[in-house]
């Protein structure tokens, strides 16, 4: 008995070291072992929001353009090297994005589609270039600097009141983004805090979200039962859907990317209506997201 169980534990000691030996052996590119022998390594670091710790780390232990971060994952660190990979339309996004999918279709973020991903860059790129944002420069004061310099002159004049600079650069980023994506306000009758309390809520739930569909699907299950939580989610979701019917039963064309996501549902794009509302949810959560925080 002794003899079979020590028989069974060598080989399956010798087993585990081959499978470790041709995983690191068969790799060239530099990364953590761990990262390359399993892709738990890395989502529990995601996982665990440890993300932005981890690239600075590994960048220090492994320079250079490139780095293995799970058995079938490559990072790139060079900005030169993204934007080349970005543009190739033979490079296709891990499946891993399906965690960003906000709606019931993926967006530019989430797709694993190249030729998707590149008809909606191309008609995302002119919206972010700085041509666009230099003809912009006058609503991005009167919605940014100039109207945070009125409340707060407001808040000064009044003596009771108090100025809470976190919330109020969080609501101007969101009110200039509203206006140069969707040409209209955030607050839609909410006083502000309202509104500075369901888009942060919102984008929790996104993150939470996001998060569990990498564990097990029990826990994935448990976030979508939170009430409270979904209905901000909702009603974010909402303000998007909103400002794409209003924009496409309106007469008037705007020059912003909302009208261009629009026009797309017309040929040669033929962008559904769902496939629209992921991508200017897309817009929103993406200021959300970073900014929130
Ligand atoms: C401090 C501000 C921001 C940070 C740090 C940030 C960060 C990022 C990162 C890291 C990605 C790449 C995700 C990936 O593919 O792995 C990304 C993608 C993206 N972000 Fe942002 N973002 C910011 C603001 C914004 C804003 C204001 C918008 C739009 C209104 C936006 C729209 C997008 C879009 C559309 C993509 C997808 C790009 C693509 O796949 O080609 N982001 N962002």
């Known amino acids: 008995m002794f003899l079979a169980v020590s ?3 060598i080989t399956a000691a010798v087993l585990l070291f081959t499978i470790i030996i041709r995983r690191l052996s068969k790799s060239e590119v530099p990364g953590s072992p761990l990262g390359k022998l399993s892709k738990w390594h890395y989502e529990c670091i995601v996982a665990s929001g440890q993300m932005a710790q981890h690239a600075l780390s590994s960048s220090k232990r492994y320079p ?20 080349q990979m970005l543009g190739s339309p033979r490079a296709t996004k891990s499946p891993y994005y399906e965690i960003l999918k906000f709606t019931s279709t993926n967006s530019l973020l989430s797709t694993t589609d190249a030729q998707r991903a590149g ?22 004061l009167t919605q940014g600097v100039e109207k945070l310099m009125r409340k707060w002159d407001k ?45 942060a809520d919102a984008t929790s739930y996104i ?24 209905k901000h989610y909702v009603r974010m979701r909402r303000y998007v859907e909103r400002a794409v019917e209003h924009r496409r039963t309106q007469g008037e064309k705007k020059a912003d990317l909302l ?9 040669p794009l033929s962008l559904s209506s769902d496939d629209v509302l992921a991508e200017g949810f897309l817009l929103l959560i993406g200021v959300s997201g970073p900014i929130g925080r």
């Open 259 to 267: 009208q261009a996501l629009v026009d797309c549902m017309q040929p």
């Open 207 to 230: 993150s939470l979200r996001a998060v569990l569909q990498l564990l097990p699907r029990g826990l994935f299950a448990l976030v979508q039962k939170l009430p409270g939580e979904k």
């Open 64 to 83: 250079g353009a490139i780095q293995q971060i799970q058995p079938t994952s490559y990072s790139l660190t060079h900005p030169r090297d993204i934007r």
């Open 155 to 199: 808040a000064i004049e009044n003596e009771a009141g108090e100025v809470n600079f976190c919330d109020s650069f969080n609501l101007t980023t969101f009110s200039i983004i509203s206006h140069l994506v969707f040409g209209q306000e955030i607050d839609e009758g909410d006083d502000e805090m309202q509104t500075v309390l369901w888009m």
């Open 7 to 9: 028989i069974v534990a």
């Open 119 to 140: 008809q909606m860059r191309r008609v995302f790129n002119p919206y972010f270039s700085g041509a666009y944002l230099a003809r912009m420069e006058p609503l991005i």
